[in-house]
C-alpha cells in the first residue's frame, strides 16, 4: 500500500511560495532554492490536474482553483499543528505561526509592549508583522488577524473590539509661542491645520470633538494636507509646522515632557474604536488564540 500523504511536503511549498507572493521569497522562508518550489508546485498541479498559479516575468497570482486550494490546505495545516500541540500535552510549548496586519499607529504606540510579553510567554511562536495603512485582504493575502479602526462595515469578519481611543488637539510651544492660543473653534480657522486625507475616500478628515455634550464634527481648513501615514500630523505639529488632532496614546509622551500642548481640553471626550478582525470560518491555531486573548485583555498597561 502506497502512502497517501506523501505529497505533503509540495503543498507546503505551494503554501509559501502563495504566502510570500513568489517562488524566491517562499523559498528562503523554507531554507530551500526556488527552482526546488518550482518542482514541487509543478508536481502538485500535475497531481491535481488543475493550475493553481499564473506565472508571468515580473509577478505570480493565484488563479480561481489556486485560491480555493490555498484556503482549504491552509485550515487543513492549521489542523494538523492543532493535533501536533494536543500531542504534546497541554503543558506542551506553544508553537506555530500567526500573521497580523496593524495600521501605523497601532504598530508603532500599541503594539511593541504587548508582543514584547507575548514573545517573552510564547518564544517558539513566529509572528509576522505587516505594518501598513491599507485594509489587507485576510484571506487571499493569508493573514490570520488584523487591526481596523473605526466603525467596521459588515464585511463578514468577526471583529472584537480592543478599545476606544480618546482623541486630543495639540501644538508645539513654538507654534503656539508665534501664532497664539486658539481658545475656540471658530479661532482655528486663523490657525495652519494640519488634517489628514482618509486613503478610503480621498476626503479630509473631519476632526471631531464634544461640546456641551454634543458631537461636533469640524472640518479643518488646509494649506498643507498629510494622506498616507496618519502619524505624518503628529510630526509636523512637534516640529511647530500647525496644529493636529491625534490619538492621546501617541501624543501622551509628547504631552508629558512638553514637547507638545493640548489645545481646546473642553471639547475633548470623542473616541475611534480599535477593532481585532479574522475570518469566521478559518479555524484559528492555539497561537492566534492566545495572541487575541492577549490583544483583547483589557491591560490597563497596554500602552505602557
Known amino acids: 500500500m502506497g502512502r497517501k500523504f506523501d505529497y505533503l511536503g509540495d503543498v507546503e511549498a505551494f503554501l509559501a511560495v502563495a504566502e510570500h507572493g513568489s517562488f524566491t521569497a517562499g523559498a528562503v522562508a523554507l531554507s530551500t532554492t526556488p527552482s526546488v518550489l518550482s518542482r514541487a508546485v509543478t508536481r502538485l498541479e500535475a497531481r491535481l490536474g488543475n493550475q493553481l498559479l499564473r506565472r508571468t ?58 508582543l514584547a510579553r507575548f514573545a517573552q510567554k510564547h518564544p517558539r511562536v513566529r509572528v509576522e508583522l505587516n505594518i501598513t495603512n491599507r485594509n489587507v485582504d485576510l484571506v487571499a493575502e493569508g493573514f490570520d488577524l488584523a487591526i481596523r479602526l473605526g466603525h467596521l462595515p459588515d464585511s463578514g469578519l468577526v471583529a472584537r473590539k480592543l478599545e476606544d481611543a480618546a482623541l486630543c488637539l495639540v501644538a508645539s510651544p513654538g507654534y503656539l509661542r508665534r501664532s497664539g492660543w486658539p481658545q475656540s473653534l471658530d479661532a482655528l480657522q486663523q490657525h495652519v491645520c494640519l488634517p489628514f486625507v482618509m486613503p478610503s475616500t480621498g476626503r479630509i478628515a473631519p476632526w471631531v470633538f464634544k461640546d456641551g455634550g454634543q458631537d461636533v464634527e469640524w472640518l479643518p481648513p488646509s494649506t498643507l494636507q498629510v494622506s498616507g501615514d496618519v502619524l505624518g500630523v503628529v510630526s509636523l505639529a512637534a516640529q511647530g509646522v500647525g496644529i493636529c488632532q491625534s490619538y492621546d496614546f501617541i501624543v501622551r509622551q509628547q504631552l508629558e515632557q512638553g514637547g507638545l ?44
Open 261 to 304: 500642548v493640548e489645545l481646546l481640553p473642553a471639547l475633548r471626550g470623542r473616541t475611534r474604536p480599535f477593532s481585532v478582525v479574522y475570518a469566521p470560518h478559518r479555524r484559528q491555531s492555539a497561537a492566534t488564540r492566545a495572541l487575541i486573548d492577549l490583544l483583547t485583555s483589557g491591560d490597563p498597561h497596554r500602552g505602557a
Open 57 to 114: 516575468t515580473r509577478r505570480i497570482g493565484l488563479t480561481d482553483a489556486g485560491r480555493q486550494y490555498l484556503e482549504q490546505a491552509r485550515a487543513a495545516f492549521t489542523l494538523l499543528d492543532e493535533a501536533e500541540r494536543e500531542a504534546q500535552g497541554e503543558e506542551g510549548e506553544l508553537k506555530g505561526r500567526v500573521r497580523l496586519s496593524v495600521p501605523t499607529t497601532y504598530g508603532h504606540y500599541r503594539l511593541p509592549p504587548l
